[in-house]
């Protein structure tokens, strides 16, 4: 299971389940996009078992091409 | 002022004179007739005395017109409208009743109250699929609303379509669809086959009697249906622990439909702590099979091990304590109500990546707002020139679709998007 946040402002979590894990209502093999929103049953879950998150990892500085 | 006569009067006929008196042509001539008077009817408490056949009264008590009237063989106040056989007056409780064919049946106070949508079970006769027809045969989600739990034991679940014989079972030709679960049950101490509905806002339905009805049968086996109530506290904070119990169990399905009839009462949950998550629900199971050794075979109603086939239609879950006709809600209304918890669509990103490391997109709207930010996925993608995307869950409103280009020049990521917030 890997969980990442996939914004800047830490608002997604992108999670990866491998064949058979289990998070929320999903089973793996899946990825999934999920919101900080305690209500949502797969965040709490996350929340519950105190899953690590890693850091968001920006995309590299804009490169344009020579005109 | 001259009377102008009939030129070709009938035998009898009589005419009304302008000064009120009558005209009786006999065949051959007109006659004079009986100055009319308004016919009297005498008004009282009780009849005149020394009536004569035909004479009229006016009960000023039962406020009902009667005519003395000789049938050949006797004379009697007869009633002037024939009335209805008396049924009396309705049972004195709380209760509504309704009266046909001269009997009153408790009608419960769901209807008279205006509760319009009154069966709280979403998706009651599977005519909405968003994830298919199955089959499932691990525990989770099947039929929109409907999961399953799966310990131990085996169980296939899937759609079928039901044909006029079953429908004729029924009793109505609206049925289209119905869940079918073929189990075999193991006898573990956690062995256990499962359907259930959570139902969200546990508030809603506490302190409340409950009617549940559902058609059922079986395809094959002898299997019994036992069903429980759960009030589910939700997660967050410190809530309650979740109270459980028997709603009740079926006699022994037959192989036919027959629609089932149970009634419980649930506790209040004053004084309770609900999870702060509001992810509470009321939970509705039905038990296929239930080891005698697993701890939750008492709220099973006792069912045991048990294996075979079953199908499930028409589940209708009401406040009351009679279960009236299902509620059949329009296709797009049912459909709503689970998009709440499950919906899926179209997304495309395309354009042009003037600069790599740049994030490209655009927010969508879901048709129907959803319970709470659902979790996102994406499935049947092409994607060219990216490195890097996502389906940003954005509220419980709109989702936003994302993309990075991965070299300068067109890019494309696009699919379908799937959004759970399922209970």
């Given at each position: 299971m890997k969980l990442f946040y996939s914004n800047e402002e830490r608002t997604v979590v992108q999670v990866e389940l491998d064949e058979g894990e289990t998070l929320g209502n999903f089973t793996g093999p899946v990825v999934m996009f999920v919101p900080n929103d305690p209500a949502n049953r797969e965040f709490a879950d996350i929340q519950e078992k105190q899953h690590d998150i890693e850091d968001y990892q920006a995309p590299a500085t804009p490169k344009t091409e020579s005109l | 002022?001259?009377?102008?006569?009939?030129?070709?009067?009938?035998?009898?006929?009589?005419?009304?004179?302008?000064?009120?008196?009558?005209?009786?042509?006999?065949?051959?001539?007109?006659?004079?007739?009986?100055?009319?008077?308004?016919?009297?009817?005498?008004?009282?408490?009780?009849?005149?005395?020394?009536?004569?056949?035909?004479?009229?009264?006016?009960?000023?008590?039962?406020?009902?017109?009667?005519?003395?009237?000789?049938?050949?063989?006797?004379?009697?106040?007869?009633?002037?409208?024939?009335?209805?056989?008396?049924?009396?007056?309705?049972?004195?409780?709380?209760?509504?009743?309704?009266?046909?064919?001269?009997?009153?049946?408790?009608?419960?106070?769901?209807?008279?109250?205006?509760?319009?949508?009154?069966?709280?079970?979403?998706?009651?006769?599977?005519?909405?699929?968003?994830?298919?027809?199955?089959?499932?045969?691990?525990?989770?989600?099947?039929?929109?609303?409907?999961?399953?739990?799966?310990?131990?034991?085996?169980?296939?679940?899937?759609?079928?379509?039901?044909?006029?014989?079953?429908?004729?079972?029924?009793?109505?030709?609206?049925?289209?669809?119905?869940?079918?679960?073929?189990?075999?049950?193991?006898?573990?101490?956690?062995?256990?086959?499962?359907?259930?509905?959570?139902?969200?806002?546990?508030?809603?339905?506490?302190?409340?009697?409950?009617?549940?009805?559902?058609?059922?049968?079986?395809?094959?086996?002898?299997?019994?249906?036992?069903?429980?109530?759960?009030?589910?506290?939700?997660?967050?904070?410190?809530?309650?622990?979740?109270?459980?119990?028997?709603?009740?169990v079926t006699p022994t399905l037959t192989n036919s439909f027959v629609r089932y009839t149970l009634t419980t009462t649930l506790p209040s949950i004053s004084g309770k702590t609900l999870g702060s998550n509001g992810n509470s629900s009321l939970d509705i199971q039905f038990h296929l099979s239930c080891a005698t050794s697993n701890p939750n075979n008492a709220v099973s109603g006792g069912i045991g091990t048990q294996s075979g086939s079953i199908n499930l239609w028409g589940v209708q879950l009401e406040i009351g304590s009679v279960a009236t006709q299902l509620e059949k809600i329009p296709f797009e209304d049912d459909l709503k109500h689970c998009q709440r918890f499950y919906q899926t669509g179209y997304f495309s990103n395309t354009g042009y990546a003037s600069a790599t490391g740049i994030i490209h997109g655009y927010v969508q709207t879901y048709p129907v707002w959803m319970r709470a930010a659902p979790t996102m996925t994406s499935s049947g993608t092409t994607a060219v020139n990216v490195s890097g995307n996502g389906l940003f869950p954005s509220g419980v409103h709109s989702l936003e679709v994302a993309t990075n280009g991965a070299a300068i020049g067109g890019y494309i990521w696009k699919g379908v998007w799937t959004a759970i917030a399922d209970l």
């Open positions: - | 002022m001259a009377f102008d006569f009939p030129n070709a009067p009938t035998t009898n006929q009589i005419v009304t004179m302008p000064d009120g008196t009558v005209r009786k042509w006999d065949g051959v001539k007109w006659v004079a007739g009986q100055t009319p008077t308004a016919p009297y009817c005498y008004t009282g408490d009780a009849p005149p005395s020394n009536p004569t056949p035909g004479a009229s009264w006016w009960d000023s008590v039962s406020c009902q017109l009667f005519v003395y009237y000789n049938d050949g063989n006797s004379s009697q106040w007869v009633p002037a409208v024939a009335i209805p056989a008396s049924v009396g007056e309705a049972p004195s409780n709380s209760n509504y009743y309704a009266r046909r064919n001269g009997q009153w049946s408790d009608i419960g106070t769901s209807q008279l109250q205006g509760n319009v949508g009154r069966n709280v079970i979403h998706n009651s006769m599977f005519n909405v699929q968003q994830r298919g027809g199955g089959p499932w045969t691990i525990g989770g989600y099947t039929a929109d609303r409907w999961t399953q739990y799966i310990s131990v034991d085996t169980c296939s679940t899937a759609i079928y379509t039901l044909a006029d014989t079953d429908r004729a079972q029924i009793g109505d030709e609206a049925a289209q669809y119905t869940l079918g679960m073929t189990f075999t049950g193991t006898t573990g101490s956690t062995s256990q086959t499962t359907m259930l509905q959570r139902i969200e806002n546990l508030r809603s339905f506490s302190g409340k009697t409950l009617t549940l009805s559902f058609w059922a049968r079986n395809v094959s086996g002898s299997a019994k249906i036992g069903v429980a109530w759960s009030q589910n506290f939700g997660t967050g904070g410190s809530p309650s622990a979740n109270i459980t119990n028997n709603f009740g």
